[in-house]
């Protein structure tokens, strides 16, 4: 966790406009499922996209599946990209344009909640908008998270 935390030390300090929107919010939330990469919803305008490769240019950022071809964005393909899945040194970053359940970034943002974590504060998903996203993706490790999300929230609203 403590990898996942530095990614997100660097993305909050470089400035970069985003929100935490996998298992590590999830964390946030208090589930404590274990998750091995960081996954944010971010604006995927040229200059945000050039903070993210400023963000993590020490840590021979490479595109995912292709580890041979490292992170060198152009304006050109900034203004074509959709996703963004990076291996780090440090551990694996997916940037989406979009979250599944949501919608586009500005979605996501409206659907966030900001967090004091200890790397500095950060916007995550809501719990209520963090459990809709992991039922849309449907997949088994999602629908267990939604399932402890959802408990997480009983219990809040009983307190």
């Known amino acids: 966790m403590q990898n996942l935390s530095e990614l997100t030390r660097r ?6 406009e985003f929100v935490l929107v996998g298992g590590f919010a999830a964390a946030a939330h208090g589930v404590t499922l274990v998750t091995r990469d960081v996954d944010i ?16 240019a020490d840590l021979h950022p490479v595109h995912r599946p292709r580890t041979d071809l490292p992170l ?21 970053v ?14 996501v943002l409206k659907n966030s909640v900001e967090l004091q974590l200890p790397c500095g504060n950060c916007r995550i998903l809501s719990i209520d908008a963090l459990i809709r996203a992991k ?3 449907n997949r088994n490790q999602d629908r267990i998270a939604a399932h402890y999300l959802r408990k997480i929230k009983q219990q809040q609203s009983q307190t």
């Open 135 to 137: 039922e849309a993706m």
């Open 41 to 56: 919803c971010c604006r995927f305008s040229e200059a945000n996209l050039m903070r993210i490769q400023k963000a993590f």
């Open 94 to 107: 997916d940037c989406l344009g979009e979250v599944l359940g949501i919608g586009n970034f500005d979605e």
């Open 72 to 92: 060198q964005l152009t304006p050109e393909q900034c203004a074509s990209l959709k996703n963004l899945y990076l291996k780090t040194d440090l551990g694996a």
């Open 11 to 16: 993305l909050i300090a470089s400035q970069v």
